[in-house]
């Protein structure tokens, strides 16, 4: 997903107004890093949204299966 990331012009008072504030948006780690961090607050911008919380999702490439072992410490 490209998400242009520009500098978020709204006030502090006004970003519990958008929706993005309160829920946890789900992103994948590339997405994250382009997030822009704010100065003032524990936040990210994403786009013109501003985000608090995150899920970081991604694509599983591979399992690795491996046998059950026990090791005993004396």
Same mark, same amino acid.
């Given at each position: 997903?490209?998400?242009?990331?520009?500098?978020?012009?709204?006030?502090?008072?006004?970003?519990?107004?958008?929706?993005?504030?309160? !829920?946890?948006?789900?992103?994948? #780690?590339?997405?994250?890093?382009?997030?822009?961090?704010? +100065?003032?607050? @524990?936040?990210?911008?994403?786009? !013109?949204?501003?985000?608090?919380? #995150?899920?970081?999702?991604?694509?599983?490439?591979?399992? +690795?299966?491996? @046998?059950?072992?026990?090791?005993?410490?004396?």
């Amino acid at each position: 997903m490209n998400i242009e990331n520009r500098p978020n012009t709204k006030p502090v008072s006004t970003w519990g107004l958008d929706p993005m504030f309160w !829920t946890s948006a789900k992103l994948f #780690v590339g997405d994250l890093h382009a997030a822009l961090p704010s +100065d003032s607050a @524990s936040v990210f911008f994403i786009g !013109t949204h501003v985000v608090r919380t #995150v899920q970081v999702v991604g694509i599983v490439v591979s399992v +690795d299966t491996r @046998s059950p072992k026990l090791t005993v410490y004396n």
